[in-house]
């Protein structure tokens, strides 16, 4: 199977257009992020317990569980 390759974005670099794909974006927002958070936690900026505490809390704002999706999918359904 044939599948085109989906790009996230175009960029220009010394004046030549190049195609970014999804995983590459994605890669290089995690190597920076990486390299923030081992900055912010060498200097003793930002704690590592806190910013874990932190992750988990957005965590539980952000994502739901699986079952509570499908439950949530099988309402929908009914209607």
Excluded: H, T
């Excluded at 900026?45 to 439950?71: A, H, Q, S, T, W």
């Amino acid at each position: 199977m044939d599948e085109q390759k989906k790009f996230a974005l175009k960029m220009v670099v010394d004046g030549k257009v190049r195609d970014v794909s999804f995983e590459e974006l994605a890669l290089s927002n995690n190597l920076a992020q990486e390299a923030l958070v081992r900055l912010l936690v060498e200097k003793k900026v930002i704690d590592p317990r806190e910013l874990m505490e932190m992750i988990g809390k957005i965590k539980k704002e952000r994502y739901r569980p699986l079952e509570e999706m499908e439950n949530d999918k099988g309402e929908e359904q009914e209607k």
